[in-house]
């Protein structure tokens, strides 16, 4: 998959240099995004539930402007909270939900105070974190991991940060994401102009190559439906969805093929009378076990995972 288009004059740079600009781009826009992220992330949370677990340190991944570091907080509040991502303004908006990096007066008494941030903030690639060998006991991972475009060296690195016993804990886009969008490009030009999303099961052998144990993948197909198309078309956008460069609304290729686009979208709307927009989130956990000869195995030499860490996965939808 690409975030740019070829046309785009950031076409020849490298990939991690490209995805960081264009999330800088993107920061100003995001929060318009909470609503999406909140209700993955409180799913992920449910899931969560369903496995016995007390990091010590935590991380997540691609964290935004922070809405899952407040969420891990919520939910551990002994443990230590990291935040990474590869975009600098985004960690500048995660660090208004840190109340001891807020200017002001009670951001200043608890600095005063010696109180260190409530979360650790880093900038970095999804694929090549700046932490050492078996640094955390969570991974957390909201809607991140499918912007990278190159996955299959993702999950590797994460093992490495992750210590023995340690989870990791993500949801991204699967391929029936935007599908009515892709279908109304068909429609005008039989050209895509939107990013191409990994199957859940790719996803998982990634996870098994890596060395993660017990992969459990699913997913679920939620719809969102818009009132108008330019909305629906500013918000793909936003969000990093189109394959074309920036300018949905002054008509990426001229007047006539916006105006073609919208008129496709218009005839996709409902009886409702709403616009409807597909997204198939596709979640997946896995463990970090330790190697042959630390961790306990049956009479055959297979590794054993205690039942309560293996939690069960949501039936698929």
């Known amino acids: 998959m690409s975030l740019h288009d070829a046309d785009s004059p ?6 991690a240099r490209l995805t960081r600009l264009a999330f800088d781009r993107r920061s100003a ?23 016995r677990l007390a990091p010590a340190r935590a991380l997540d991944i691609g964290c935004g402007h922070g809405r899952g570091l407040a969420a891990l907080r919520a939910q551990y509040p002994d443990a230590q909270i990291a935040g990474l991502d590869i975009s ?17 007066q009670a951001g200043w008494l608890g600095r005063l105070l010696g109180k260190r941030p409530t979360f ?26 499918h912007w990278h475009p190159e996955p299959h060296r993702v999950f590797p690195e994460w ?8 989870l990791v804990l993500f949801s991204l886009f699967g391929p029936d994401t935007l599908a009515e969008l892709r279908a109304a490009f068909a429609e005008v030009d039989g050209d895509v102009h939107s990013l191409r999303f990994v199957d859940m099961h790719d996803i998982g052998d990634m996870l098994v190559h890596s060395g993660w144990s017990t992969p459990v993948m699913d997913m679920e197909t939620l719809t969102v439906t818009y009132e108008s198309p330019r909305t629906l078309l500013r918000e793909v956008q936003a969000f990093g969805g189109l394959r074309v460069p920036a300018g949905v609304g002054q008509g990426l290729r001229g007047r006539k093929w916006l105006e073609a686009v919208l008129a496709a979208l218009e005839r996709r709307r409902g009886a409702d009378g709403l616009i409807p927009l597909t997204f198939e989130i596709v979640y997946g956990h896995a ?23 293996i939690g069960r996965a949501r039936q698929r939808r």
């Open 10 to 15: 950031d076409a020849y740079l490298p990939p």
């Open 29 to 51: 826009g995001f929060g318009q995004l909470d609503f999406l992220l909140g209700e993955i992330g409180q799913r992920m949370q449910e899931r969560m539930q369903m496995i």
């Open 88 to 104: 600098a303004a985004m960690l500048r908006e995660a660090a208004q939900r840190d109340p001891q990096r807020r200017p002001g």
């Open 120 to 145: 650790d903030l880093v900038q970095g690639d999804l694929a090549t974190l700046p932490f050492a060998p078996a640094s955390f006991d969570l991974l957390w991972s909201n809607l991140a991991l």
């Open 159 to 166: 093992h490495r940060v992750t210590r023995d016993e340690g």
């Open 287 to 309: 463990w970090k076990l330790a190697p042959r000869g630390r961790q306990a195995v049956d009479e055959l030499g297979h590794a054993v995972v205690p039942l309560e860490k």
